[in-house]
C-alpha cells in the first residue's frame, strides 16, 4: 500500500522509497527524512483542499508531503489488535 492512501492514524511500517531514475533527488530526501525500512508512519493530518499537502508522522517528527511524494513511499499497515 502506499503511504498517500493510509487512512488518518492507521498505524503502518515503511517497506520502501521508490525512485523514479538514477540519482532521484526526491526519494533520496525522503529517505535522509526518516522513511526507511522498518520505520513507524502514520498520517496524522490532510490539508482542506484535496488532500494536499499530508501531515505524516515517521518516528516522533513530522512532515508535510505531497500526496505525489506519500505515493512514492510503501508501507504495510499494521493489523488490528
Known sequence: MKLSELPPFAPATVVAV???G????IGRRLREL?????????????????????????GFTRFALR????ARVTVL???AE
Not at 22 to 25: F, I, L, S, Y
Not at 42 to 54: K, Q, W, Y
Not at 67 to 70: G, N, P
Open 18 to 20: 521508490a525512485d523514479v
Open 22 to 25: 538514477a540519482n532521484d533527488a
Open 34 to 58: 526518516g522513511f526507511v525500512d522498518g520505520e513507524f508512519v502514520r498520517v496524522v493530518g490532510r490539508g482542506p483542499i484535496g488532500a494536499d499537502p499530508l501531515l505524516v508522522q515517521v
Open 67 to 70: 500526496r505525489s511524494e506519500a
Open 77 to 79: 499497515p499494521e493489523a
